[in-house]
């Protein structure tokens, strides 16, 4: 279904390969990094809607206690807030969503260039972009890694593969916890109650799914979680001194 | 809006959980094949590998003579594809049966069964990874390769493992066993030719493209297709490259010889004849086709079989540059496997199709018969 991705990203996996000395987890990782490039500006706009609404949450706690009775009014109330001050309510799923074609075409490119059975590996022969410089001759790539199968997903047989989900759900964990909008107030709020359940529910999601597929694609997941940790941090610097922080914000009127 | 705002995270989670689950098969309907069944035709009987079973059918009509597991419904012993490696009292295949629980991993097992009757005599569950193509008999050992990177030797009378050699990567490839030397080659771009009675390298022959193909043999010589798009002659004996032949794509089933001529397929659809001893080209022609599968020759070496990944089966006479010795049998389905043959049939396997198995008298291509035997209503 996603192989109109996974084939072009199988390609570029093996262009790095030749272009890093021939290690796969360099070109999976520089790989990575790239598509992080290329989603920046979706990911910056989710780090800053998240960082608005962090800002505005006392006021849209204000606004429900104001309209508990009347949902109607609420709804309008909050998005004539969120109108006035430029926050986009879908600025936070909208890079999500757009990543998930992304995870899919990389599921099918890590099957096509490490594959673990022959029917894959029969099929991407056929789209290997022979015009690109050294990929002759390089699939299947080496597929080992600290021991384990980069193809394949982990193991009992190679338990440290395992290591790999857990990585995946610690980093992904700190992820979501510093960038989903911190509530305040009524910490009893559905929206807190969602926000803290999601917490936990992504990176237990991504861990299960990173169990079913090839460990290579741990190594994306922990990957972008580490860049966006860096990244939401680079912002905070940057930004520190010049505004107030929403948390201590609201603290301070609380 | 609001609504949509307090519930976005439910929201986009279950869309994901849905595509994840879509993308990762849990939803999809019955599990399809990944990979191809093989055959080996001995005599007047039909080995072959029919993903639940292996099944022994008379080679005339497809009767069967027996199955393992008799009942896979009641006894499953999972996923069959290699071919199955026969001598005079064994049939050997293997199978990969599915994990037990959330975090069980596939048992990748290979089971001896008695020729005669199908009776299971021994088996052996020690690989980490899938069986891709079947093992080779020799010297009363059975040596497979296993996508854990290990090549692995067995006895063949009663499953003891006699020795493990380790490669880089996975290895695909069934073996070649001439004497008391194991000729195989692996993903890790190496072929490699052991001691059969310990498993002890003699040489090993490094290009820049997997193995994935059966070598075979001529008067000392091996001739054995790469993924670097090259076909290598190697001197059996010594290791060293005599001549190698360079093609548009992967060589990947193994070549056939017959007199002086090697023929290979690479994966686009090329068929060659060429030189044994130079490697020059005589003839070749491209197919309409992708082919994985290995070429097959009729006993007497006038027809090159070859089939082709849409489902069809060619008959390339060899005396005539490859002309069509009738015309391809099309049939539903992909055909993957190298066709197995005896001196008057042609036996094709399928996957995806109505039938698995098809089998063809070698003169015109008339159907014999096809298994499973599907009566239209």
Known sequence: MFDFLAYPMANLILLLYNLLGQSTIAAISALTLLINLLILPLTLSQQRSARKMQEFQPELEKLQKKYANNKEKLAQEQMKLYKEAGINPMGGCLPLLIQMPIWFGLIGAIRYAIPSTPLELFQFSHHIYKWLPGVVGLVPLQSTFLGMDLGQPPSPAQWWSYSLPVLVLVTSWLQQKLLTPATTGDSQSQSAAMNRQMQIMMP??????????????????VLSSVIRIVQYYLIQNGRSGEKVDGRARSKGQA | MNRFWTWRWPIALAVLAALLLGA???????????SWTGLTVVGDVLYAADLTQIQALNAADADSLWAFPEDPEEDGRGTFYVTPAVDEDHVIAASQMPPAGFLGQPRNVVWALDRD???????????????????????????????????????????????????????????????????????????????????????????????????????GMLYVGAFDNRLYAIDAETGTEVWRFESGNWFWGGPAVYDDIVYAADVEG????????????????????????????????????????????????????????????????????????????????LIYGQHRILALYVENGGEVWAYPNVVEE
């Open chain 2, 24 to 34: 990762s098969g849990c939803a999809s309907g019955p599990v399809r094949a990944t």
């Open chain 1, 204 to 221: 237990l999601m991504f861990m299960f799914f990173t169990l079913q597929y090839a460990v290579g694609l741990s190594i994306y997941f």
């Open chain 2, 117 to 219: 009757t199908g009776s299971l005599l021994w088996h052996f569950d020690d690989a980490a990874s899938q069986y891709v193509e079947g093992g080779a008999i020799g010297g009363g050992v059975f040596v497979i390769g296993n996508s854990d990177g290990n090549v692995y030797a067995l006895d063949v009378e009663s499953g003891d493992l006699k020795w493990t050699f380790e490669t880089g990567h996975r290895v695909w490839a069934t073996p070649l066993i001439v004497s008391d030397t194991v000729y195989v080659g692996s993903m890790d771009r190496h072929l490699y030719a052991l001691d059969l009675a310990d498993g002890r390298v003699r040489w090993d022959f490094p290009t820049q493209g997997a193995f994935a193909g059966t070598p075979a043999l001529r008067n």
């Open chain 2, 270 to 349: 090329n068929v060659y004849a060429l030189d044994a001893d130079t490697g020059e080209e005589i003839w070749h022609r491209g197919l309409d086709t992708p082919v994985r599968a290995g070429l097959t020759l009729s006993e007497d070496g006038s027809r090159l079989f070859v089939s082709g990944q849409g489902g069809a089966l060619y008959a390339l006479e060899t005396a005539r540059r490859g002309a069509d010795s009738w015309r391809p049998v099309e049939s539903e389905g992909q055909a993957l496997s190298t066709p197995a043959v005896n001196e008057s049939i042609v036996y094709e396997a």
